[in-house]
């Protein structure tokens, strides 16, 4: 019943003009902000003073702009039916796709290191329709309903799907010279390894660097970005290599350091885009 309701509210957002989309969008985000817990939003505003140095004004505009954003993104992630090949340039320019060729080139396929920064759902769907084989790598969602239209919504686009447990699919894929996206900016728990990030040791996720390492695949950063217009633009930065020594975990710390480096880079630019109610810090040792 939520799969047919979501798609007929998706038909409707379709028909509606850009400008309305936005508007709907920027109150639904409004709403957004007011469900958030109060103390999500201290962790946040405190988590953005340490991290960016601001006061408590600046701190809590950034943490609002960070929350509301997702309205325009859920109206964007609505619309993606109606993207295509034919008219993805009007809506996402790609900055340095160049990057992205030259390591497809080396046959071994391709790591896009990326974040919850933008509008990370349409960034994958983007790449895909402009030709390059993507695959994303899907959190599988509570709801069956939602994580059916969102695979379908992915997949339309030209995508391939796997799930975060596919670890063997993607080992596949990325023997097939095709893409395999990972986000790597949320807290990783156990499993991830301990770097810095905005001065703070960060348990951040090895899936990047381990696969990239076994694979000797390059990476490349890759983000999005909002234009004021509501367009948006991708980001590709050179590709990382992971330099292979005797040490497997040294390797992989270096590399997903390295990676952390030029996300915290990103953030420090586009702090009002990055997903700061996520605890980013949970399982710092220095909180």
């Known amino acids: 019943m939520l799969y047919k309701f979501v798609k007929i509210i998706s038909s409707i957002v379709s028909m509606l003009p850009q ?21 999500r939003k201290t962790m946040a505003v405190n988590n953005i003073k340490r991290s960016l140095d601001a006061d408590t004004i600046q701190a809590t505009t950034i943490a609002k702009r960070s929350a509301t954003r997702f309205g325009r993104m859920f109206m964007e992630v609505l619309y993606m039916p109606k993207l295509s090949k034919d008219n993805i340039s009007k809506y996402v320019q790609i ?3 160049q990057y992205l060729k030259d390591a497809l ?22 790449l895909a329709m402009y030709g390059f084989p993507v695959v994303g790598v899907a959190q599988k969602q509570t709801n069956a309903d939602m994580d059916r239209f969102m695979i379908e919504t992915r997949t339309m686009a030209g995508m391939h ?29 156990r499993d991830g390894v301990m770097v810095e990030f905005f001065g703070r040791l960060a348990s951040t996720p090895q899936g990047a660097a381990a696969l990239a390492r076994m694979k000797d695949a390059p990476i490349i950063p890759a983000f999005i970005t909002a234009n004021a217009d509501g367009t948006h633009k991708a980001i590709l930065h050179p590709p990382v290599w992971v330099q292979k ?9 270096s590399t997903t350091q390295q990676l952390t480096d030029i996300v915290e880079q990103h953030v420090r630019k586009y702090p009002h ?4 109610l996520h605890n980013r810090w949970k399982h710092s040792p220095n909180k």
């Open 19 to 39: 400008a309305v989309r936005l508007n709907i969008g920027n109150l639904l985000g409004e709403v957004c902000w007011l469900l958030v817990p109060s103390k």
């Open 95 to 97: 900055e340095n796709s």
């Open 105 to 126: 080139s080396y046959g071994n396929g391709v790591i896009m290191a990326t974040a919850h920064s933008g509008n990370w759902e349409l960034f994958g769907a983007a």
């Open 161 to 189: 799907i796997t799930y975060k447990s596919g670890v063997r699919e993607m080992v596949k894929m990325l023997g097939e010279g095709r893409i395999v996206g990972l986000l790597m900016d949320q807290d990783a728990g």
């Open 245 to 253: 020594t005797s040490s497997r975990e040294d390797d992989i710390l």
């Open 273 to 276: 885009e990055w997903f700061w």
